[in-house]
Nanobody
Framework: QVRLVESGGGLVQAGGSLRLSCAAS????????IEWYRQAPGKERELVAR???????NYAEFVRGRFTISRDNRENTVYLQMNSLKPEDTADYFC?????????????????WGQGTQVTVSS
């Protein structure tokens, strides 16, 4: 069974930085796409950034130029470097993996979501 563990959230002042990590485990052969979502209190979940297996990236307009997504395929880990944080970035951040091949023998498994890590940016 695939398991995702996020870390790196916390409290930071506006203008500061945080680096989120999401480590996937569970006899994984490969992961196609990994995404970071966020959900602020009272708001709908929204896509923040996406990275493909080959390293191609996409960002939501509201984080472009401030956030950077990257991945380490050997460690099955994705990172979200968040710079120039704003109070409106305050949210729970979740990673999700798509197109996962795992198990013995390797087969496609359903998408998995992490449990989330909280980011709070004070003004």
């Amino acid at each position: 069974q695939v398991r995702l563990v996020e870390s790196g959230g916390g409290l930071v002042q506006a203008g500061g930085s945080l680096r989120l990590s999401c480590a996937a485990s569970g006899n994984i052969f490969s992961i196609n796409t990994i995404e970071w979502y966020r959900q602020a209190p009272g708001k709908e979940r929204e896509l923040v950034a996406r990275i493909g297996n080959g390293g191609s990236t996409n960002y939501a307009e509201f984080v472009r130029g401030r956030f950077t997504i990257s991945r380490d395929n050997r460690e099955n880990t994705v990172y979200l470097q968040m710079n120039s944080l704003k109070p409106e970035d305050t949210a729970d951040y979740f990673c999700v993996v798509h197109g996962v091949i795992a198990g013995t023998p390797p087969v496609y498994v359903p998408d998995y979501w992490g449990q989330g890590t909280q980011v709070t940016v004070s003004s």
